[in-house]
């Protein structure tokens, strides 16, 4: 069942599930917490899940023209004091990861455990800066067309026809996303800070998953890091969209995570 909280004059939509410590789930670009259903399930078994709309996406509402990533753990934080809950384990879906870093970073006294999931630690490369402001300004006026191209793109060859009725039904939520959500997310993505050192350093519970064919990672360089880092990493066989591509062995590996 959804909830709203007021940030900043702007609804925030959430979800509470289960008793126990708490897990949250933060969703990442043109997703919202219904990316989650069939996972908070298996999680709030034994555990409390806070599953939350981050601005601009889902029910949640805008607050300007670019969400920073600091502003999005801000708004989470205020979610979870209003719930009067301090001690987070967070699992990240890609721009989510980038959410739970800056959430650690914020505050550290806060944070159990953090699984960046299809997400990375590193801030965008030049490259990946110029698309984003180039998909800005395209989408603009080819708005549907953009959304679509960005989500296909998400996915490996193989899911695309094994998944096509999920694939669709998440196409469907990722249209949801208002252009004022897309461009702002767009925007605090692309002028988000490097995490490398901070997660690299950092002492709470620590786990990535990663796709190897993801077409927005680079699950080679990644899992190099996290061997080098001593951090676990898991290797899944399909794309970036692990919770649609290899769902129960996300499950599986959460839930071990999450003990």
Not at 36 to 46: G, M, N, Q, R
Not at 147 to 166: D, G, P, Q, T
Not at 221 to 243: Q, R, T, Y
């Amino acid at each position: 069942m959804s909830h709203f909280f007021t940030y900043k004059n702007t609804p925030i939509n959430y979800t509470s599930t289960g008793k126990g410590s708490v897990i949250v789930l933060l969703h990442g670009f043109l997703e919202n917490l219904t990316m989650w259903k069939e996972i908070i399930p298996f999680l709030s078994d034994k555990n409390r899940v806070i599953s939350i709309d981050l601005l601009g996406h889902g029910a949640s509402g805008n607050i300007g023209y670019m969400h920073s990533i600091e502003e999005q753990a801000f708004m989470v934080k205020a979610v979870l004091n209003h719930l009067k809950l301090r001690k987070f384990t967070f699992i990240g879906h890609s721009m989510g990861g980038y959410v739970g870093l800056s959430f650690a970073e914020l505050f550290p006294n806060s944070i159990r455990g953090l699984c960046l999931m299809n997400s990375t630690y590193e801030g965008d490369s030049d490259e990946r800066k110029s698309l984003r402001t180039r998909a800005n300004n395209m989408v603009k006026t080819n708005y549907e067309n953009m959304v679509r191209m960005s989500f296909a793109n998400l996915f490996s060859e193989h899911s695309k026809s094994l998944h096509k009725n999920e694939i669709s039904l998440a196409l469907k939520e990722a249209l949801k996303t208002s252009l004022q959500g897309y461009m702002a997310a767009n925007e605090g993505m692309k002028n988000r800070k490097d995490y490398t050192s901070i997660y690299t350093s950092a002492v709470y519970k620590k786990l990535i998953i990663i796709g190897k064919k993801d077409s927005v990672l680079d699950s080679e360089a990644i899992l190099l890091f996290a061997n080098k880092n001593k951090i676990p990493a898991v290797l899944f066989s399909e794309g970036h969209m692990s919770h649609i591509e290899n769902r129960e062995e996300l499950i599986d590996t959460l839930i071990k995570f999450c003990k």
